[in-house]
């Protein structure tokens, strides 16, 4: 059964600059639903304190909760969000829908993870390692990207899906990683539709400069 609104605001355990994280507050906004936000310090280990891994046994970032409910896992957390509150909305209704979603969840889980997350992560946090492979690894998706939006307004087509969330926020702080989005004009404009949508928020930027 959907409910229209939750009995109360539901509550957000985040990392602010976090593309996971910003992606169920986008959708939240979308819904148009009050949430708690918690701030969860990384840097010093709060999510790997016992009270939050009593939440998520991995130590991950985003963690909702709505009520007795706790979601771990973004996508998971679009999902959860979307068969509750979206009124039929935002899930596909068949099958090869459904697969087209899951496979953009795919693209955000594993190419964008593992690339312009991967490298703006080494820029915001000092990390060690040659991050060519990552912004490699980046640019390669980019490039599918761009052209599989030459043909559509967003990825599953001509309206707003999760699957825009799921993908958006990486994709757009991908310079933070020394990946430049110039090459890529599809991308680019698919980016400003989004920014351009009713409710949206944006995903913080970096006070890193960058290299």
Known sequence: MIRHAPARPIR????????????????????????????VDLRAGAHRSPAFLALNAFGQVPVLEDGEVVVADSNAILVYLAAEYGGGRWLPATGP??????????VAAGPLAAGAATAR???????????????????????????????????????LSLADIANYAYTARAPEGGVPLDEYPFVRAWLARIESTPRFVPMPQSSVPLS
């Open 12 to 39: 957000l355990h985040r990392f602010a600059l976090s593309g996971h994280c910003h992606r169920v507050e986008l959708l939240s906004s979308l819904l148009e639903l009050q949430a708690e936000l918690i701030d």
């Open 97 to 106: 829908q459904l697969a087209e979603l899951q496979r953009w969840f795919s």
């Open 121 to 159: 992560a080494h820029h915001l946090f000092g990390r060690t390692g040659d991050v060519t492979p990552a912004r490699q690894r980046a640019h390669a998706l980019l490039a599918a990207m761009d052209a599989h939006l030459s043909a559509r307004q967003f990825l599953l087509g001509d309206a």
